[in-house]
């Protein structure tokens, strides 16, 4: 029989994402196997979360949430590193041995966790961090290299490298190439939960259903062009029962989001498409599984994204 480990996680803000599901999703599988598991994580909202986060099926521990998100509209990364290295020390500091610590997001926390604990250090990379960040010049990139530098030294001192996916692999090949292939991981889904949904063939309104965070790089309003478009294309019988639902995770206290939101919904208003637009903001398990099950299909507007 294999001997239970003990896991940490380190994860910026368990908010409402297709990162938190890969961390949450993994903890518990780990749990379940056997294994004892702590989140550690610089914000938990329970207004804004996945159910798991905060029913008290996992160990979350909060660190750092009086730390600032962001200075002055400004500043998000650093903020964000500060926030998620501040956790990442705490959970070093206290006096329980981890076998094995789950990095992701955040590679500047590899550091402390490497130097100041005896884990095995695991780096799960969603897509490299510098090919996040806006491409400009001046100051701006002044401001950004210390964050990319650090980035790809911290990867290199991690044990384990996954990725989600081949796309993000060949990237990070390209982006970090004296750090050697990643592995490959795709995030898991749980199928039992999602069998059981209903078939919403039968229903009147025909339902197009887009699910990311509000961020302009999902590109949802390429969604809502292509509904415009679908407009004038179709009968008027058919496009009257035509819905786009756009669903997605969005945190109160962070501009951006909002923002997109916003000019999604002027978007709407000037393509004469308002009417049947509907915004669903963080929906909980229950509401995806209800979204999913009812819509016609599901459409994916990001360009080169790096999806599991």
């Not at 380190?10 to 196997?33: F, I, K, N, S, Y």
């Not at 009086?66 to 990364?77: D, V």
């Not at 809502?224 to 819905?243: F, T």
């Not at 398990?285 to 080169?304: A, F, H, K, N, Q």
């Amino acid at each position: 029989m294999r001997r239970a480990l003990r896991i940490g996680f380190v994860h910026p803000q368990l908010g409402v994402g297709g990162a938190e599901r890969l961390v949450l999703d993994a903890a518990t599988c780990l749990q379940q196997a056997g294994h004892r598991v702590t989140i550690v994580t610089s914000r938990l909202d329970r207004d804004h979360c996945f159910a798991a986060a905060c029913d008290g099926s996992i160990e979350v521990r909060v660190c750092g949430d009086f730390l600032p998100l962001q200075i002055a509209g400004r500043l998000l990364a650093p903020c964000n590193i500060g926030r998620t290295c501040y956790a990442a020390l705490r959970l070093a500091l206290t006096r329980e041995h981890f076998d094995v610590i789950f990095a992701d997001l955040v590679s500047q926390s590899i550091p402390i966790l490497r130097l100041m604990t005896p884990a095995k250090i695991i780096f799960y990379c969603h897509f490299p961090d510098r090919l996040l960040a806006a491409q400009r010049g001046g100051l701006y990139r002044w401001y950004r290299a210390p964050i990319d530098w650090s980035e790809r030294v911290a990867i290199g001192m991690a044990h384990l490298v996954l990725v989600n996916s081949r796309f993000t692999a060949s990237e990070m090949k390209r982006t970090f190439p004296r750090l050697g292939a990643p592995r490959l991981l795709y995030p898991g889904v749980e199928v039992a939960g999602f069998g059981q949904n209903g078939d919403g063939a039968g229903e009147d309104t025909i339902t197009m259903l887009s699910i990311g965070r509000f961020d302009p790089r999902k590109n949802v309003r390429l969604a809502i062009e292509a509904l415009a478009a679908l407009d004038h294309a179709l009968p008027l019988a058919i496009a009257s029962r035509v819905r786009l639902v756009i669903a997605g995770g969005l945190d109160p206290r962070a501009v951006e989001p909002a923002r997109t939101r916003r000019e999604l919904e002027a978007l709407a208003q000037r393509r004469g498409v308002a009417a049947q637009v509907v915004f669903r903001t963080s929906p909980d398990d229950g509401e995806l599984r209800e979204l999913l099950s009812r819509c016609r299909c599901v459409v994916y507007t990001p360009e080169y994204e790096h999806f599991g």
